[in-house]
């Protein structure tokens, strides 16, 4: 990239990436565009030193792409990429100082486990004495230690990830990126490798790069979530605030389960604002922060969890509707019901155990409280 774009791209820098000083990886401006597909628009993102940031979106929306951009396996068409204060934009994969895992874990077949985690430290000229050291220092961290030896045929899937990361961290590099490394593993084992993983970060310190379409993994494992959409960055947060304060319909759909209420008017009452939804039904909720025109139309989305069935009564207390039970989905630990709700069309809701199928077995009509404390409004 030549000095006259650099400028250029410095020009719009956000104020919000921070000195570089803090800053493990920076991404200005970058973009990148697959003939007239955009993948990558104008992405300004910065990762803080130690720390796991993830990238979150449904397939297609650029995060691997952008992954792909920090590891130099694909150049921006515009815009430029530091790692650890330096401008990396043009620098081959092999010289940036990463580590990458991938998807398919891309371990060399016919090398042995020790082989494949000694081959990027031979690369680099180290001793032998040195290499031994440090895979076997590597193959401790990730619990493997004896299986130098091996074939990698002869490991199992989470047996082959770990190598794929002992292979990744064993040259020591500034940023760890991990492409969906746990797609590949079945639900027990994937939950297993998250518990692994934080594990390890907290050994290593690694400032960490992962990219996952798995809501779980994002919000189980990061410091902080990118969630992405068609090619932009559509909000930087941590797990916690990203759940509970989206900043758009789009990232309350996406993460995590979700109700979106049909559109409400909302009028002042006091301390309070009163939604009015189809067929009269009326719900009451302290005011929200946002300063709404009275009168206009607000979205309200609200968690499975905050949604509970209560006993059918005549004289129904504020935010108790009345609904009728379509499905229950037993799932162990809690049920999933879908309640049809007069006024607000299907809800559901999530309770512990099972004891709600006998409570209130399908066809039931019931009482549904709508708990609005920490319900998402947005205007529409």
Known sequence: MGRDMEMRVREREPATLGDEGASAVEIVGATRQFGPV??????SLSVRRGEVLTLLGPSGCGKTTLLNMIAGFELPDSGF????????????????????????????????????????LR??????????????????????????????RQLSGGQQQRIALARAIVIRPKVLLLDEPLSA????????MQVELKELH?????????????????????????????????????????????????VASF???????????????????????PQGVQLVTSAPPRDFEEGRKVHIFVRPENVTI?????????NVVRGRVVTHIYQGSHTVTRVEVTGLGPIELRMRGGEVMKQAPVGANVGVEIDLSEAVFMSE
Do not use: C, W
Request: proline share 6%; hydrophobic share 40%.
């Open 38 to 43: 955009v993948a990558v628009n104008e992405v």
């Open 81 to 120: 990429i530091r790692i650890d204060g330096r401008d990396v934009t043009e620098v081959p994969p092999y010289q940036r100082d990463t580590g990458m895992v991938f998807q398919n874990y891309a371990l060399f077949p016919h090398m042995t486990v020790f082989e494949n985690v000694a081959f990027g």
């Open 185 to 192: 593993l079945d639900k027990n084992l994937r939950g297993q």
């Open 310 to 318: 209560v006993p059918a009564v005549e004289d129904l207390r504020p």
């Open 255 to 277: 993460v995590g389960e979700i109700n979106r209420l049909p559109p409400a008017r909302h009028m002042r009452r006091g301390r309070e604002l009163l939604l009015e939804f």
């Open 202 to 250: 907290q050994k290593t310190g690694l400032t960490t790069v992962f990219v996952t379409h798995d809501q779980g993994e994002a919000l189980s494992l990061s410091d902080r979530v990118v969630v992405m959409n068609r090619g932009e960055i559509q909000q930087v947060s941590t797990p916690i605030e990203l759940y509970r304060n989206p900043v758009n319909s789009f």
């Open 123 to 152: 690369m680099r000229g180290l001793p032998a004495a040195k290499v031994k050291d440090e895979v076997g220092r590597a193959l401790e961290m990730v619990k493997l230690s004896g299986l130098g030896e091996r074939r990698i």
